[in-house]
């Protein structure tokens, strides 16, 4: 699921300028058939410049699809994306083709016509990230050192996407050949057959092989021609009350239908995350109300929430199956939105068009009632509700490190605001707080404000990993929530040292700061620990009684009950050492601190004293996490 979560939000890239583009193109469209169907200067322009996006839509979600996927995006996996679409598209076109088999250009397959299309362009970006993934930091040979790390990203694309057009070669004809036949065999079935093709063209949307059956009822493939006769009016082959039958239905839902999935899915948002989401959404509906462009609205779901999509696809079979039996007939030249709908009104072979207008409030009233359900019974992840994982490449909004008071206003705007924060305590590196409301908590703004990581145990408690200098971030947040203006960050207390923008290195030695069995982090009964959210280490389920300092260097934090301990080593590393996992419910009981913040040590030094009895006694593992805070790829090693 998290896969699919990230994949949807890198169409997000793409799909954020289609909904301009898509108006241009249609007030181009509306502009030319005003002026009887003849281009004009305005037209042309505005047409050029919609259709410059739209009509590349395959390429632009083959690079936004292998900038979204990349660990760490850059302009390589950018350039990986478009090296494996340009080697695929152009290997497989008609041209190509023809020279390949020998045969005329007019009669090669016509599936290879249809080659670039979404779903090509979603593998040829997969493509592409994977190999800038997997090859980036590549070292080859010194006499072939100039191809070595990123530079290696391309050469290795190109290669498996040769592969991939292989494959495409003898696969494609016969998922296209496929497609039409299917499409001929629902021409027989009337009504049922108009629903049918309806439920079929939006499911096959996330793939781009609608096309191959909307050519078999738009077009001169088997007969029907329906947008080519609609548009010729009486001067073509069209029948009033059939021309126009596998159009129709798809003006209330473009219209009206998905503006209230898009209501829908706004205010189900996350509060915190409505402003973002209302832009993707607000700026879809229009592009599907006014041009009849869907895939802004229909991209920002259907890979966040694909079930959600396949109602959607339900809905606009059912829609055209009721269109198609009601006596309501009206047909497009570009799309099923508003600027067709007025300028297809008085073609002599729209029947009843005002029954659209009827039609689409209803269908409004379903998507909204339907989506909105659907999307809080089943915490469905769409606009502004993905979990923050998803979210992790999106880039920061966070504070500058030491403005305290700039972090402690975005903690809480993601926390719900102030009215949602019942209780705000911390520990060594965590904010620890009850809320009133857990849902409201906002994981992927905390992160992206410069959270660590959240974690909810249950309840109402909810935990903010930031670092070692959690204290002042506390401080800061309390002033917040008792609205106290603060002109300034505060300075740190004296002896105690503010973070510095250094990083550890990447195999940190120290030596045991306490006797005992050495664990792996992830054997750590805690999950912040385990999982590596604080950052890389080891552990020690200790027999001793003392902490010593496992290096040369400083004192960064000595946390008041006396559990936990910062340090920065001469090295760089910036090092917790944590007592006991919750400790800091003992509130000091049992713990002695031996050195005070600021302070200089020496490997070997004594830290804090503590009492394993009382720890176990309490109820508290003793097992002691050794964790780099400063380097999430760094190695330890004790010896």
């Given amino acids: 699921m998290k896969f699919f979560q990230r994949l949807g939000r890198s169409l997000m890239l793409p799909v954020a300028v289609l909904p301009v583009a898509a108006i241009l193109s249609g ?78 250009v007019e009669d090669v397959d016509p599936a290879f016509t249809k080659i670039q299309n979404v779903f090509v362009g979603i593998i040829c970006g997969l493509i592409g990230a994977w190999c800038y993934n997997r090859f980036k930091d590549t070292k080859l040979p010194d006499a072939l050192s100039f191809f070595s790390g990123k530079r290696s990203v391309a050469i290795v694309t190109a290669g498996l996407s040769l592969v991939l057009a292989i494959m495409l070669m003898f696969l494609w004809p016969f998922v296209y050949g496929g497609l039409v036949g299917f499409g001929e065999w629902i021409v027989t079935l009337g009504p049922v057959g108009a629903g049918i093709y309806g439920f079929f063209n939006r499911l096959l949307i996330p793939l781009g092989l609608h096309h191959a059956l909307n050519s078999v009822f738009w077009f001169d493939v088997a007969g029907i021609n329906d947008l080519n006769n609609f548009l010729q009016g009486s001067a073509g082959d069209g029948v009033y009350g059939v021309t126009g039958q596998y159009m129709t239905g798809f003006f209330p839902i473009m219209m009206f239908g998905l503006p209230g999935a898009a209501l829908a899915m706004y205010v189900t948002a996350k509060t915190t995350r409505r402003k973002v989401a209302a832009g ?3 700026s879809g509906a229009i592009s599907s109300f006014f041009v009849g462009v869907t895939e802004p609205l229909e991209f920002s779901f259907m890979f966040l929430a694909p079930w959600l999509y396949l ?12 269109s198609a039996i009601l006596p309501v007939r009206m047909g497009f030249g570009f799309s099923g939105g508003f600027i067709d709908l007025v300028l297809g009104w008085a073609n002599p072979l729209a029947e009843n068009p005002w029954i659209i207008l009827i039609m689409g409030p209803i269908w409004f009233a379903i998507y909204f009632v339907v989506f909105r359900w ?26 500058p490190r030491g403005d305290f008071h700039a972090t402690a206003e975005r903690f809480v705007e993601a926390l719900g605001g102030r009215e949602n924060i019942v209780e705000l305590d911390n520990c060594a590196t965590r904010l620890r707080m009850e809320i009133a409301d857990v849902a409201r908590v906002d994981d992927a703004a905390l992160k992206r404000a410069g959270a660590a990581g959240t974690i909810k145990p249950g309840g109402h408690s909810v935990q903010v990993v930031y670092g070692l200098n959690v204290q002042f971030v506390k401080d800061a947040m309390e002033d917040v929530l008792a609205s106290r203006a603060v002109s300034a960050a505060p300075a740190p207390a004296t002896g105690t040292a503010v973070a510095q923008a250094t990083q550890a290195p990447d195999l940190v030695r120290l030596r045991p700061p306490v ?8 054997e750590v009964p805690d999950e912040m620990f385990a999982d590596g959210t604080m950052g890389p280490g080891v552990a020690i389920d200790p027999t001793g009684d003392v902490i010593s300092a496992p290096a040369d260097g400083s004192v960064e934090s000595v946390f008041p009950t006396g559990h936990a301990i910062g340090l920065r080593l001469d090295d760089g590393t910036e090092l917790l050492i944590h007592v006991g996992i919750d400790t800091v419910a003992m509130k000091g009981d049992g713990f002695e601190t031996l050195v005070t913040a600021g302070q200089r040590v020496t ?29 999430p790829a760094a190695r330890v090693e004790l010896g």
């Fill in 280 to 282: 993707i959404l607000l």
């Fill in 311 to 322: 109602i959607h696809a339900v809905f606009m079979g059912i829609s055209l199956f009721v």
């Fill in 27 to 104: 007030i181009g469209y509306w502009i030319k058939n005003a002026n009887g169907g003849a281009d004009n200067i305005g037209s042309a322009f505005l047409s050029a410049a919609g259709g410059a996006l739209l009509d590349n839509l395959a390429l632009l979600f083959a690079v936004g699809v292998s900038i979204g996927m990349a660990k760490k995006s850059d302009g390589t996996s950018a350039l990986a994306g478009l090296v494996s679409w340009l080697t695929v598209t152009t290997m497989l076109s008609p041209a190509t083709m023809a020279a390949l088999t020998g045969a005329a």
């Fill in 515 to 522: 006797a005992g069995r050495v664990l792996a982090l992830s």
């Fill in 374 to 399: 659907i999307i809080r019974r089943f915490d469905l992840k769409t606009p502004g509700r993905e979990d923050d994982d998803a979210l992790e490449d999106e880039g920061t909004d966070a504070a």
């Fill in 603 to 631: 490997a070997g030094e004594p830290l804090v004293r503590f009492d394993r009895a009382r720890i176990v006694a309490a109820g508290h593992s003793p097992i002691t996490p050794i964790v780099v805070l400063n380097n």
